[in-house]
């Protein structure tokens, strides 16, 4: 019995894009490699900022570990809270270039896969968690077009297609403060509070088999 | 042959909410009423600001009018600018209960049915057109968790679930000036700047069958 | 007798800056041109975009008409209403070059002069009325570090140290439409809206002789 | 030779205002409390969120202690970032009532006063070493009408028309997480980044005589 066939999580984040020197998503996740929680050990991986290759790079790193619960990080410049992610959408619409020099225009992520995935996490017990807590946390119901939701998407995809006993999604993250100091009125958010964060946000992923009833909506 | 056999779009708007006493989204329909656009009358119908009712009230006209063009209007308090929705999801998440005074919390818009429907509008070549015309337009990946995204995922699922030669989609528009003035901080838009793009989001979307590849994607 | 005698109001706009082509603030005025309101016709005057020769530009203007209500009107890409500012202060700090390619910082606008003017229009008046005509108007407490405030610092000090009925202020004004379509996220307010917006800050400029209390204030 | 003869600093903070249960300019301030920096000691006093007695608070902290620099502080909810205020002028507007009850409105701070003082602390200095370091800093040009504004006039009056070798102003600092997590969409900033970035102001603000040229300004 290998030492994978424990109850873990797998936690992903990005190498840098975009003209920055780090990355949060994977700051954060080296933070908690090795750890335990619940029960479950805390696996991590750096996923390329690029199309096709990091969905590539994370089922790899699934088939690796069997997590029961899967949790993509990424970066959004400009978000002032931790934003758990409900649903990815099967498309790629490009901003700016991924680091492989690739930039697709509304091609779908799956080809004939269905429109979206909502992410199997307990995204409304989180949230609750988190709040309580006092870390700075939202539902988001975009991840964007690039390549967090394609992540996203190639994840829900993946567990779906497979029979595979694990919960999975998205949580974006702000800068931190080193990296907002140089985008004049970007929010930030300190490295010790996305660990306080993300650490309650995958224990509650863990534990809460059903989601709850909590408002948490928008008019639009 | 009665006078719906003519080629027409259906142009929806919304009953005034959120203590509103007026809603952007009708009164901007109502100023297309009867009018021609490439060679398509343009009908109206007012929608309760209602989950479920106003999917109802939706089907009802187009079984009615038999539009080749279906676009549902909703107010944004807050945005700035008109935004061409790209998807609907299966969700109802109201963060206030709806003029008949019910809050779904998490409940599917049609048990069973897909995850979302993206819009089968030529969304970026609509935005083009506004754009070139000096119309404060974009591309926007969430239409909220309210009875906008409900009535464009209802719609998309009539349209997706029955044989019909129709395309359709929702635009969000920005509150009137007048409603602005007592929203501390929320922009606006004119009703002719409203109708002005209106009307070339409406006839981008019956002239251009196959959409453009445009940059308007998102990092996050 | 001259027609210089008769009562008037001086509104001043701008020339386009910032790689723009047109200055809305110039665009509203020359709406205004010639119009008569309580009695006071409204001249105009297009301020380079430049310190120094703006001030002194606007200063021969006041000498020519002797108006009695003096308002300048700038250029606030990114605001959503009009916005009537309450204090110049005397310090020129350009985040970009003007149009004379000179970019100061830190300097006074005028060497030895207090640190700022209040304006000396009735701007909580000014807010009332356009609130209730349902324009989006508020009380702004920085009109910036740039030409804008310059010339209102300028305006102030000249009407100051000089004997003269006179009373003046500034108002700043968000980007058109057809600007902000190319500042995607930007705000706008139609021309109209503009006008009508002005010619009620105007009126009630040269009415209300003592201000109102009115709640307009800020916590930071 | 009592201990206050000895070079100092005095940093102030508020009271808890507007229904939070903590202002985290107090916060800030107690963790600086005793601290030295640069052979200065710090001083910190609580000022009561109310018009009036504030500044006399404050002034008898001056009288006790001799600063060579003072910082007031004061809670900012809704800003990302440590602004550093350019400028307090001669107005009282509260949008609110203070601790006290009292809501003054279109009332001088000090009768007769000048319409505003500049900061007489190096702020070009500060905000490039706050930058430097990697704390998201900026200037601001306006710290609104309320008891913040009060108090930096206060100061800045008692400052020059007392003859003190001593300079002063005023920083605004954001909410801190744990009362973001119940201002949906507000910013934050952890207290560990307020204490480096605030002692890298202080610091910059005792050895910086002169201030340097650096921009910083804005366009409106």
């Given at each position: 019995m290998s030492s994978y066939s424990k109850p873990c999580v797998?936690?992903?984040?990005?190498?840098?894009?975009?003209?920055?020197?780090i990355n949060p998503s994977w700051q954060l996740a080296q933070q908690l490699e090795g750890e335990t929680l619940e029960g479950h050990i805390i696996h991590t991986k750096e996923?390329?900022?690029?199309?096709?290759?990091?969905?590539?790079?994370?089922?790899?790193?699934i088939d690796k570990y069997h997590p029961s619960v899967v949790i993509c990080l990424?970066?959004?410049?400009?978000?002032?809270?931790?934003?758990?992610?409900?649903?990815?959408i099967n498309i790629n619409d490009a901003r700016i270039a991924d680091n492989a020099g690739n930039q697709p225009i509304d091609t779908p992520v799956v080809t004939h896969g269905p429109d979206a995935y909502f992410t199997t996490l307990p995204i409304k017990s989180m949230l609750k968690s988190a709040i309580q807590a006092g870390?700075?946390?939202s539902i988001s119901h975009t991840a964007g077009t690039y390549v967090c939701n394609h992540v996203m998407y190639?994840?829900?995809?993946?567990?779906?297609?497979?029979?595979?006993?694990?919960?999975?999604?998205?949580?974006?993250?702000?800068?931190?403060?080193?990296?907002?100091?140089?985008?004049?009125?970007?929010p930030s958010m300190e490295i010790d509070t996305l660990v306080k964060g993300i650490k309650i946000l995958i224990t509650s992923a863990i534990t809460q088999k059903q989601d709850i009833k909590l408002v948490a909506g928008?008019?639009?």
């Amino acid at each position: 019995m290998s030492s994978y066939s424990k109850p873990c999580v797998l936690v992903t984040g990005f190498t840098p894009f975009d003209g920055e020197s780090i990355n949060p998503s994977w700051q954060l996740a080296q933070q908690l490699e090795g750890e335990t929680l619940e029960g479950h050990i805390i696996h991590t991986k750096e996923l390329p900022c690029e199309f096709d290759t990091s969905i590539a790079s994370l089922t790899k790193a699934i088939d690796k570990y069997h997590p029961s619960v899967v949790i993509c990080l990424g970066q959004a410049g400009g978000r002032c809270d931790i934003s758990i992610e409900r649903i990815a959408i099967n498309i790629n619409d490009a901003r700016i270039a991924d680091n492989a020099g690739n930039q697709p225009i509304d091609t779908p992520v799956v080809t004939h896969g269905p429109d979206a995935y909502f992410t199997t996490l307990p995204i409304k017990s989180m949230l609750k968690s988190a709040i309580q807590a006092g870390v700075p946390t939202s539902i988001s119901h975009t991840a964007g077009t690039y390549v967090c939701n394609h992540v996203m998407y190639g994840l829900l995809h993946y567990l779906s297609t497979h029979d595979l006993a694990c919960r999975g999604g998205f949580v974006h993250i702000p800068y931190l403060p080193s990296q907002a100091a140089h985008h004049s009125g970007a929010p930030s958010m300190e490295i010790d509070t996305l660990v306080k964060g993300i650490k309650i946000l995958i224990t509650s992923a863990i534990t809460q088999k059903q989601d709850i009833k909590l408002v948490a909506g928008t008019t639009h």
